[in-house]
């Protein structure tokens, strides 16, 4: 999710967007963002489409929020726009600039998350993301990038698209327990999770991944495992037929 801090504080600034990274790491979205000391600076590297929220301080040295916003609905008129003020006496002005919503400085938790809970129904899914540490460095990566996940006793394998495999020290579980909520992928034995996306083909209580690999599966629910794979590509390509 792509947003844009506008604030001429910079503590307020930091202060938000570490309220916003922390309700990215429980929802599992991943945000980029960019900050803004100024209405000017944000408006002159501003296009449409490119980003989904704009936090818009009402209040701000030289062009003032409401201002900033008017000459931005110009460029975009559907960019969620949620203003940050200290006091609601100027919301009026800030509505006819079609703000979704405001936020009350000092910034309280609940209000923030409550904020984005109602702003991301208006935006397309975010993608799922997983996120572990190896060797001190956090690694994020797409579930879309994902080939498959395995367990190694309280380590797991994770292989990505890109040929990097890494091997973070985290149970197994601590994946497969978001992952299996997206349909792309499949749990083919204990400890074994796949993209669906990169299977190609089972055979002999195993399956081939694109990437050459041969993984287990359990066999007495091979047929049934194969039978869901075919099911999903059926639908893939029939989803895909219907988008030409």
């Known amino acids: 999710m792509r947003i844009a801090l506008v604030d001429d504080s910079e503590i307020e600034r930091g202060?938000?967007?570490?309220?916003i990274t922390d309700y990215g790491c429980e929802k599992q979205i991943l945000f980029e963002s960019d900050c803004f000391d100024s209405g000017d600076a944000f408006l002159s590297s501003?296009?449409?489409d490119k980003y989904d929220i704009v936090f818009m301080d009402i209040f701000m040295n030289g062009m003032s929020g409401v201002e900033t916003a008017s000459k931005m609905r110009q460029i975009d008129s559907h960019v969620i726009l949620i203003f940050l003020t200290a006091s609601a006496d100027y919301m009026p002005d800030a509505f006819r600039v079609h703000a979704f919503h405001y936020i009350l400085k000092?910034?309280?938790k609940d209000?923030?998350?409550a904020c984005l809970n109602d702003a991301s129904l208006h935006l397309p899914a975010s993608e799922t993301f997983i996120s572990f540490s190896v060797n001190a460095i956090e690694v994020r990566i797409f579930a879309s990038q994902i080939v498959c996940i395995v367990a190694d006793s309280h380590y797991t394998w994770i292989t990505d698209?890109?040929?990097q495999k890494y091997h973070p020290c985290a149970a197994f579980g601590t994946f497969s327990k978001q992952l299996l909520s997206d349909r792309h992928f499949l749990l083919v034995s204990r400890g074994v999770l796949c993209n669906m996306d990169d299977?190609?083909?089972?055979?002999?209580?195993?399956c081939l991944l694109s990437n050459g690999q041969t993984?287990?599966?359990t066999l007495r629910n091979a047929k049934r495992?194969?039978?869901?794979?075919?099911?999903y590509c059926f639908s893939k390509t029939r989803d895909q037929t219907l988008e030409i």
């Open 15 to 19: 202060i938000l967007l570490s309220l």
């Open 46 to 48: 501003f296009s449409s």
């Open 106 to 108: 000092p910034y309280q």
């Open 111 to 113: 209000a923030i998350f």
């Open 161 to 163: 698209r890109n040929g």
């Open 199 to 206: 299977i190609k083909c089972f055979s002999s209580g195993s």
């Open 215 to 217: 993984l287990p599966v």
């Open 225 to 231: 495992l194969e039978q869901t794979w075919r099911d």
